[in-house]
């Protein structure tokens, strides 16, 4: 087990390095310059490439590379060109927002989807399994920026209940009133993600139920309850669970959207700002900053796989 993940988290270390390296090239070819940006375009050249030099722009391609790799070893992602101030400061101030978004999305997303995904593979081809089907496909099908416009006119516009965009500049000093802020981007892709889950669950579960040692469970006179429940959830969970993991990243792409719709400035606007800026190193703190999530959710769900299923071995 041990062995297992010291070998995993160098695969997880080799990852963070190909991915870092991989978008420092990328962001090289962007278009644009991000001294223009700042200045303008009819900038006195002198007063350009004095702020090219200050920003270390006139360097070469691979000195900036080892220096900003070096900087990321000792936790310092540099200093964003678009803000004037440290790119970890700037992505820590946006996962205060961003990170809770995605989180509660998530655990809204399985109150909704696990419940339901059991009930319609219990009731298989009844009106219950119709509905959860038809649930499902309108949560893939329907795009999350016009859900978010649609609950922006019903909750905001129309009932008033909820703020439409925008997020307190107290933060969460009143978790209550930043919380109502939240509630319509959680909503929004919440409810989108509950749909790939509900059938996950459903399809899973409608698997294992078909299996010998649940018809003998059943056989027994066991109750379907405690048939679904004790014998069959904990191993339909095993492709959930996957699912789960890819959720994070796939929740996190969303909030890129959602975060646009909602006016919150969140990781997602944090890269788009820093795009459109040709701001290199907080796009690339960014982009370094989802792949340790990503990879980070990927070791725990494997790890998962050992307690969910004995028949793992982690030799």
């Not at 969303?254 to 796009?283: C, H, K, M, N, W």
Request: hydrophobic share 55%; proline share 5%; charged share 15%.
């Amino acid at each position: 087990m041990w062995t297992y993940t010291f070998r995993r988290l160098g695969l997880a270390i080799l990852t963070l390095w190909l991915a870092s390296t991989l978008v420092f090239m990328v962001v090289l070819f962007i278009p644009g310059d991000p001294v223009a940006t700042i200045l303008g375009m009819d900038a006195n050249p002198d007063v350009a490439e004095k702020l090219r030099h200050d920003l270390g722009l006139d360097r070469p391609p691979l000195e900036r590379y080892f220096s900003w790799l070096a900087g990321v070893a000792t936790g310092d992602l540099g200093t964003s060109i678009r803000y004037g101030i440290s790119v970890g400061g700037l992505i820590l101030k946006s996962l205060t927002l961003t990170l809770p978004i995605v989180l509660l999305s998530l655990m809204l997303a399985t109150v909704i989807a696990v419940p339901l995904g059991i009930l319609a593979a219990r009731r298989a081809g009844g009106a219950l399994d119709f509905a959860a089907s038809l649930f499902a496909l309108l949560g893939l099908a329907l795009p999350s920026f016009w859900v978010g416009l649609m609950f922006i006119y019903l909750f905001a516009v129309n009932l008033g209940w909820l703020p439409s965009n925008g997020f307190p500049q107290k933060g969460w000093a009143d978790p209550l009133n930043a919380l109502k802020y939240l509630a319509l981007p959680v909503l929004t892709i919440g409810l989108a993600r509950s749909a790939l889950l509900t059938r996950m669950v459903r399809g899973s579960l409608l698997e294992v139920l078909s299996q010998d040692y649940v018809r003998t469970a059943r056989g027994k006179g066991l109750s379907e309850r405690v048939v679904v429940n004790k014998h069959a959830l904990k191993n339909a969970a095993l492709p959930v669970v996957t699912v789960l993991g890819l959720e994070f990243a796939q929740l996190l792409i969303a909030a890129v959207v959602v975060e646009q719709v909602f006016g919150l400035p969140g990781l997602g606007s944090l890269a788009l700002t820093g795009i459109q800026a040709r701001d290199y190193p907080l796009v690339q703190g960014v982009v370094l900053v989802l792949a340790m999530f990503i990879v980070a959710l990927n070791l725990v769900v494997d790890l998962l796989y050992g307690y969910l299923d004995p028949r793992v071995s982690y030799g």
